[in-house]
């Protein structure tokens, strides 16, 4: 009967051991949509003046773009900053959905590094992360 009990008590344990491990996960880890949290941008040049705009990716789905043009003379000039929200999945697939006229756009989105290639709506951005 002991003999019996230690055998049980061991099978016990081990399955308790095997279902513990396997349950155990490391959920810090960051996922492949995370790298899209953030601040981005954009510097475009024409005739000595900057064009920037900024987006920002906040990880409740929510952003903001703004928009600014630095003149060679040192006058800037920016536009409102547009709200929206986005979804963004793996595959690159990006929603943006923009307060200002209610518009939805899908489009794609492709993260190397702290490069960011945005399209959606028939314009392109090549963003920088900078924060």
């Given at each position: 009967m002991k003999k019996y009990f230690?055998?049980?008590?061991t099978v016990m344990m081990i399955a308790t051991l095997c279902?513990?491990?396997?349950?155990?996960?490391?959920?810090?880890?960051p996922t492949s949509t995370s790298k899209?949290?953030?601040t981005w941008e954009e510097r475009y040049s024409t005739d000595g003046d900057v064009e920037v705009t900024t987006f920002e990716f906040k990880k409740n789905g929510t952003g903001l773009r703004?928009?600014?043009v630095e003149t060679s003379s040192g006058i800037g000039i920016t536009a409102d900053p547009v709200n929206f929200?986005?979804?963004?999945t793996e595959d690159g697939t990006i929603s943006l959905k923009f307060e200002n006229d209610g518009t939805l756009y899908t489009g794609t989105c492709s993260i190397t590094g702290s490069s960011m290639i945005l399209r959606y709506g028939g314009t392109y951005y090549a963003l920088v992360k900078i924060k």
């Open positions: 230690y055998n049980w008590l279902a513990g491990f396997t349950s155990c996960d490391d959920d810090d880890e899209i949290y953030g703004t928009y600014r929200t986005y979804t963004y």
